[in-house]
């Protein structure tokens, strides 16, 4: 390669090398530029911890237990009442992660699960439920298929919650 007086060939070892204003840097191997590199990285999303959860459950004192807990641990926590609100408080400002119970009036969380994969395919939802006269263990495989990445059976310890939690990354 030639060089002309307004560039500066610089090999990949040549870490030395110190460019003045006007000379334009040329890399032996391309893909090697700063500039390749970024290019490259900004299609590679970056992962964080949870921030934000929207919780779902029909029964006020399981909402404001968890609202409690999840803001005592840093989290930022918007309560819904059934899969309805849910939908909506997500369509306003979407959350790192839903928390969703299975059985609530209105629309249920299968069918929350449902419609949020279908529209926001890469949303990370918990399903949770404790209706003893259904097949607890049916109800949430049936959650699992449906998009739910973790599953739980109430009472939920809140440790095992927590540790899902900080697990994730969005």
Do not use: C
């Not at 609100?85 to 969703?100: N, S, V």
């Amino acid at each position: 390669m030639k060089a002309d007086s307004n560039r500066k060939i610089i090999s990949p070892d040549d870490q030395a090398a110190s460019v003045s204003q006007n000379q334009e840097t040329v890399y032996d191997n391309p893909s090697e530029s700063p500039e390749t590199i970024i290019e490259d990285l900004a299609d590679t999303p970056v992962k964080r911890p949870v921030k934000s959860i929207l919780f779902a459950d029909d029964e006020e004192p399981v909402r404001r237990l968890f609202k409690a807990a999840l803001e005592k641990f840093g989290y930022q926590v918007r309560l819904a009442t059934n899969g309805n609100e849910a939908m909506a408080l997500f369509h306003e400002d979407p959350a790192d992660l839903i928390i969703t119970d299975i059985f609530m009036p209105e629309k249920d969380g299968h069918t929350l699960i449902l419609e949020v994969k279908q529209e926001f395919p890469d949303v990370h939802i918990f399903a949770i439920t404790g209706k003893d006269f259904f097949d607890i263990h049916m109800e949430l495989d049936i959650a699992k298929t449906l998009g739910a990445i973790q599953v739980f059976s109430k009472p939920i310890k809140l440790s095992q919650l927590l540790a899902a939690i900080k697990a994730l990354s969005v």
